[in-house]
């Protein structure tokens, strides 16, 4: 291991208590002081470095400023997962960003005809109560609430709704 230093000298060693695997115990092994003083304050960068560097997405661009978008991006997702750690949250990063990532998807209105089978809608997205609109569907579809078919759809959770089944829809 190389350690460069400014603030510490390597003369002065301590001594601290490791594993052994040769041993199956505990032994003690000299340490220099910068790795002592390292250990003793690593924290903020370090561990935003850590939690950025578990799941950091990897894109290609010709554009020399995308990755410092994407790096401040990732810096503003983890900062807000440990926020929602230090609350009580119970989200580990991962889930952490899957949520975020449906809840934007579920926010905007899809301008296209999606393939395959359409995601349930979130429950916060269901039930806030706000542009929940019905319109008529060019399809025949399934209700959601009651099984029969239908020709009216919720313009926000794109599902097909009958006009009497809308409001256990969206409180339920």
Known sequence: M????NYDSVDTVGKVKRWSV????????PQPTVVNNYNCHMGGVDMVDSFIASYRPTFRSKKWWWPLFLNGLNMLV????????????????????HYIVRSLIHS????GVQA???????DEV???GLHHHLSS???????????????MKCTKCDVPLHIHCELDYHTQ
Do not use: I, Y
Not at 78 to 97: C, I, N, T
């Open 108 to 111: 905007v209105n899809p301008s």
């Open 126 to 128: 269901r039930k806030d």
């Open 2 to 5: 190389t350690v460069a230093t």
């Open 137 to 151: 569907n060019d399809k025949q579809a399934r209700c959601r609430v009651c099984m029969k078919n239908c020709r």
């Open 22 to 29: 040769a041993n199956k115990a505990a032994v003690e092994v």
């Open 78 to 97: 983890v900062a807000a997962w440990k926020l929602h750690v230090e609350v009580g949250g119970k989200f580990d990063q991962l889930a952490f960003r």
């Open 116 to 122: 395959g089978p359409r995601p349930r809608p979130l």
